[in-house]
């Protein structure tokens, strides 16, 4: 179920117009985790190494302290 929620939220991003639904599919697989209210995502300087999906509910970011 939560395969298909987050493989239909990556086609209304055009990032992955010209991804194969297949490749979609096994990425989707792999995403998971989620936050509450409050929670710190990622913090300035992190590695750029994961992407994310937010489903519903608000990001604010902030830029140094």
Request: charged share 30%; glycine share 10%.
């Amino acid at each position: 179920k939560k395969r298909t929620l987050y493989t239909e939220a990556m086609k209304k991003v055009n990032i992955f117009d010209n991804v194969d639904r297949d490749e979609m599919k096994k990425s989707a697989i792999s995403l998971k985790g989620s936050y509450q209210a409050g929670d710190k995502v990622i913090n300035e300087g992190d590695m750029g190494n994961k992407f994310y999906i937010v489903l519903e509910g608000i990001l604010v970011a902030y830029k140094g302290n």
